[in-house]
């Protein structure tokens, strides 16, 4: 059994650790598969080959980040104790606080540096607006295993060297943005950089476009819908920007329905969605291959458990839980069990859908420190997105705004309209309410406000707005 999976190991194409891609290669045109055996191989055989790896990635960082050494020393685990998938489980989490922690006692990229810092040729990090930013050190190795298998996930998008793709997030730490234009330029596409975030720049976007014939793009949810928006200020109809598909990360949208299909309606292209986090680039380890919401946990780049967000044991197939994810490509900053936080849903593979991957049929849906309870009931704030959106006359942004009154926490959505009539708008407003009850299992208030009150986004949405924090923060919470 061991020579058979020592074999099948081999025949994967190009796996070998440390990570070594030929640079050259691309498959045909008319291939669907990037590497056919690695993407539709029985799945318990990668998974053979995923437990070796993950042993010599265990040994790895044992040997080069005093970090993992301590850490596993502490829980009594030694690379060597991992004799098989079930073993793994035992390894501890890691967390984003560990990472921020072990940061600030070992400037600037922490003892979980794998490699000699004088090995870091690419800085990104976090933006920092939430505590100490993290700085992410990338190794020239380590950045070609992303854009490697940045071009691999989105040639299986239909991604080609024909296209144009181009990058409409923010070009500064953010490591989306690079790993999309890596990953279009190993791919052989056309890159266009023109980024996002600064004042104007929307509008000249939708002119750039139209210029540079861009075929694809790629940035998150909100802001195509923001650009649609803007795009139909200027009096250019979003679907003869000639986008042929749109690909994204940063934040859920993409696999939920209301909001891909605004976006499908409004350019007339193919939707996509992708990402994990920055932390374990390649983040698009998480990707849509097939034109359909959801991703493949695409498990030979990063191993990816659904686990209980308490005892983090992957959950069975069918089930709800976090995502935590283990780098196997990564050789400066190796994650080992990052403890994601998200909420998503898996399905075990099935050949049927082309690729022997686990399928998160709803991607990721949100944060468990997003989620909130309103009555007993735990509530997501894509759900409410989800059912808004959907609503005719909705206005293009709303805000979710939770409160305390006396001891009950109450729920309300301003919501934005368009075209609605005066004497109508009430009726409009108990309508949203009735599909919020029945979506949520509890009562939301709708205050319908103008067109335009809210700001749009460039990058990542914000629509909560949570009293509660304010009240606990002076004291007066419980
Ligand atoms: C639902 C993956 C990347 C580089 O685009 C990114 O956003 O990384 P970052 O800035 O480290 O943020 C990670 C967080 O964004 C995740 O924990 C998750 O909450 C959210 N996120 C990223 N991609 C998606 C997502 N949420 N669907 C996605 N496709």
Same mark, same amino acid.
């Given at each position: ?54 042993? =010599?990635?265990m040994?790895?960082a044992w040997d080069h980040a005093p970090f993992y050494r301590r850490k596993w020393e502490e829980?009594?685990i030694h690379p ?31 003892s979980y ?112 819908? %923001? ?36 976006? =499908? ?19 698009? %380890? ?17 191993? *990816? ?25 990564? *050789? ?89 009539? =005066? ?56």
């Amino acid at each position: 059994r061991s020579a058979q999976s020592a074999s099948s190991a081999q025949s994967m194409e190009q796996w070998t650790w440390p990570p070594r891609y030929d640079e050259t290669y691309r498959p045909p045109a008319g291939q669907a598969h990037w590497f056919p055996h690695r993407e539709t191989m029985p799945a318990e055989q990668r998974d053979e080959a995923i437990l070796a790896r993950i042993r =010599e990635v265990m040994a790895y960082a044992w040997d080069h980040a005093p970090f993992y050494r301590r850490k596993w020393e502490e829980a009594g685990i030694h690379p060597s104790a991992i004799r098989d998938l079930a073993d793994f489980e035992k390894v501890p989490v890691v967390r984003k606080e560990e990472l921020r922690a072990d940061q600030a006692a070992h400037e600037p990229f922490g003892s979980y540096l794998a490699v000699d810092p004088s090995e870091v040729k690419h800085v990104n990090g976090t933006s920092g607006t939430t505590g100490r930013p993290t700085a992410f050190g990338i190794s020239e190795r380590d950045w070609r295993s992303v854009a490697n298998a940045h071009a691999r996930v989105m040639w299986g998008m239909g991604i080609r060297e024909t296209d144009t793709v181009l990058v409409a997030s923010p070009l500064s730490l953010y490591w989306g943005s690079w790993g999309a234009y890596t990953g279009a330029e190993r791919l052989g596409a056309r890159v266009f950089p023109f980024g996002a975030g600064t004042p104007g720049q929307t509008a000249r976007t939708v002119m750039w476009m139209k210029q540079m014939g861009v075929t694809v793009f790629y940035g998150t949810p909100s802001y195509a819908l %923001h650009l649609a928006e803007v795009a139909a200020d200027e009096g250019v109809d979003p679907a003869d920007l000639g986008l042929r598909k749109l690909f994204f990360s940063g934040e859920p949208g993409a696999s939920v329905p209301t909001i891909r299909g605004r976006i =499908e309606a409004a350019f007339g292209a193919e939707v996509y969605d992708s990402g994990s986090m920055a932390e374990v680039s390649p983040w698009m %380890h998480l990707g849509a291959a097939n034109h359909e919401p959801g991703v493949f946990a695409w498990q030979d780049l990063v191993y *990816t458990e659904v686990c209980d967000p308490v005892d983090h044991h992957r959950v069975d197939y069918g089930r709800e839980g976090t995502p935590v994810y283990t780098t196997l490509e990564r *050789t400066s900053q190796p994650m080992i069990r990052l403890l994601s936080n998200d909420l998503t849903r898996w399905e075990a593979p099935s050949a049927d859908r082309g690729r022997t991957y686990p399928f998160l049929p709803q991607g990721i849906y949100g944060r468990i420190d997003d989620m909130f309870t309103v009555r007993g009931e735990n509530v997501y704030p894509s759900a409410i997105d989800d059912v808004v959106m959907a609503a005719e006359g909705y206005g293009g942004e709303h805000r979710i705004v939770i409160s305390r009154k006396s001891t009950m926490d109450t729920l309300a959505v301003q919501v934005e309209h368009r075209g609605v009539a =005066e004497s109508t708008l009430d009726g409009w407003a108990r309508a949203i309410e009735d599909k919020l009850r029945r979506a949520l299992g509890v009562g939301a208030h709708v205050v319908p406000v103008e067109y335009k009150t809210f700001d749009r986004t460039e990058f990542k949405a914000r629509r909560v707005i949570d009293d509660r924090d304010l009240l606990r923060r002076l004291g007066s919470g419980s």
